[in-house]
């Protein structure tokens, strides 16, 4: 169960190695989050070093598991072998994800379709596998690492836009309907954040690190928020951004 500031004592986080992922989880192993599990597509390497650096924050345990988002037959079987670990979930942390390059994807549709695959449907099969056992326990987080790209797709990355667009209104749903099982759903909208993910990109207006990321989910359990924007400034940036008219979008966002 939470502690009463709301942090969990046990967690899966499903993509692992995440940078994001990481840095929030180092926060919640310090404030006594003692029993963690790594679903990876590597278990080796960065998995091994992320497990290292959790216990060494506090955890007491850190398993890590496989994990492959593009092949849903096999979640059913990861989420199993998370709950065997952990007994009862307090947090699950999806945090897997692959950004690509609009300029691939208009060459070869296949490759977005692999990108949706993991960004999108992969979400929903793990969102409601986790759904389930959240019911059969009577509570638990679901952490949801969306994106202010799904708030408006952009020219220059919109099957990646579109893919985090699925993943916000399936979790928002989600949320509405796992509140009379006692269980919760975080929905987290970074902008730009300087992680591997956008290694060598030039960074877009109000960027941020993975470590004020992981603060404003930390921040976002303590206080049971259905909704965190990272930095927080971004909320507002695309409350006023989503109802531009289309042509002054398209010259507002183009990069
Ligand atoms: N960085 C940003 O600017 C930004 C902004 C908004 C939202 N986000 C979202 O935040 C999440 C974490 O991103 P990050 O910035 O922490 O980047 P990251 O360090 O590159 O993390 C992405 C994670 O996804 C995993 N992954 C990718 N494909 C997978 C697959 N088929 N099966 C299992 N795992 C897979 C990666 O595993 P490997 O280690 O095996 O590659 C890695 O653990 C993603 O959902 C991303 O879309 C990021």
């Not at 070093?49 to 092949?71: E, K, N, P, W, Y």
């Not at 208009?106 to 759904?131: Q, R």
């Not at 993943?167 to 749903?173: E, I, P, R």
Request: proline share 3%; net charge neutral; glycine share 8%.
């Amino acid at each position: 169960m939470n502690d009463a500031t709301g942090i969990p004592q046990t967690a899966l986080v499903l993509g692992g190695t995440s940078e994001i992922a990481i840095a929030t989880m180092t926060r919640l192993a310090a404030r006594r989050c003692r029993h963690i599990v790594l679903a990876c597509r590597d278990t080796q390497g960065g998995a091994v070093a992320a497990a290292h650096s959790l216990r060494t924050a506090g955890a007491t345990q850190v398993d890590i598991i496989d994990f492959d988002a593009a092949d849903a037959t096999t979640h059913a079987a990861t989420i199993d072998a998370a709950t065997e670990l952990l007994g009862d979930i307090d947090m699950v942390l999806m945090a897997f994800g692959v950004l690509g390059n609009q300029a691939d994807f208009d060459a070869d549709p296949m490759a977005a379709v692999a990108a949706v695959n993991v960004n999108y449907t992969a979400a929903v099969s793990c969102g409601l596998l986790t759904a389930q056992v959240l019911r059969r326990q009577g509570h638990g987080t679901v952490v949801m690492l969306s994106s202010v790209a799904a708030e408006r797709a952009r020219a220059d990355n919109f099957v990646y836009g579109s893919s985090k667009a699925g993943l916000d209104a399936f979790s928002q749903g989600l949320s509405d309907s796992l509140v009379a099982a006692g269980a919760h759903v975080l929905v987290v909208r970074p902008g730009f954040v300087h992680t591997r993910m956008t290694a060598g990109m030039k960074p877009a207006p109000f960027s941020t690190t993975a470590d004020d990321v992981a603060d404003r989910i930390v921040r976002g359990l303590e206080t049971g928020a259905h909704v965190v924007w990272a930095p927080s400034v971004l909320r507002w940036v695309f409350t006023v951004m989503r109802h531009l008219p289309r042509g002054v979008w398209r010259k507002v966002s183009a990069r």
